[in-house]
């Protein structure tokens, strides 16, 4: 079955605690991108990939770090996480850009 | 960077009514206009896009057209059912770059 899947879906962490959000796709997409999602401010980009080692800065980077050393894979990393960092987090991969968007089932994220 | 609008915020409908959304678009190089729905507890989902190229598509009950001169494109969803009831997302792409999202529309469509 072709599917996104991240994880955890549902994680709270303290603050200043680095954690990981998993994320990998099985459908061989080059484009690979995360999200954050919070109330009236809809998803906001936070970092994409066009291919293997290549990444890019979304709208709001600041306090994240990816990688993309496989093209399957792309984790989303908070060295430092801070409480504003409490969202909900999606991953998405496509085939491209300009191609339908496949969204992963999300990650909650608390920070305290 | 991209600056994507979105009107109303909330619309509520009676069963059968028309709907519209409509999205405005800051970037005229942006090519890819994608409509999102996204259910209560679950993840954004593709209903329709279009491309620069094209001024309007159509898919049954829901339509998306495009004006690349006024930078703005809507979604219209005839015949609502109350199953259509969640928020939607109008997104637009410029070519490589940041895929940027409206802040969203919650459709309540009433019985």
């Known amino acids: 079955e072709a599917q996104v899947t991240q994880n955890p879906r549902y994680l709270i962490t303290v603050t200043g605690k680095k954690l990981t959000v998993t994320c990998s796709q099985n459908?061989?997409?080059?484009?690979m991108s995360w999200y954050r999602q919070d109330p009236g401010l809809g998803l906001r980009q936070i970092y994409y990939s066009m291919n293997v080692e290549v990444t890019d800065k979304g709208d709001v980077p600041e306090g994240y770090k990816v990688s993309r050393k496989e093209k399957r894979n792309f984790p989303l990393i908070l060295e430092s996480p801070s409480p504003n960092q409490t969202s909900l987090y999606f991953c998405?991969?496509?085939?491209?850009?300009?191609?339908?968007?496949?969204f992963g089932e999300g990650s909650w994220l608390t920070v305290v | 960077g991209e600056n994507v609008e979105q009107h109303p915020s909330t619309l509520s409908v009676q069963e059968g009514d028309s709907a519209v959304i409509k999205c405005t678009y800051s970037?005229?190089?942006?090519?890819?206009f994608p409509w999102y729905k996204q259910e209560l507890g679950k993840r954004p989902q593709l209903i329709i896009d279009?491309?620069?190229?094209?001024g309007e598509k159509k898919d049954q009950r829901i339509a998306v057209t495009l004006n690349k001169t006024a930078k703005h494109f809507s979604l219209h969803i005839t015949e609502t059912q109350p199953e259509d009831s969640a928020v939607y997302f109008c997104?637009?792409?410029?070519?490589?770059?940041?895929?940027?999202f409206g802040k969203g529309t919650m459709l309540l469509v009433s019985p």
């Open positions: 970037d005229s190089a942006s090519n890819y």
């Open positions: 998405a991969s496509s085939p491209r850009p300009g191609n339908t968007i496949y």
């Open positions: 997104a637009a792409q410029t070519g490589y770059s940041t895929l940027t």
């Open positions: 459908m061989n997409h080059e484009y």
């Open positions: 279009i491309r620069s190229n094209v």
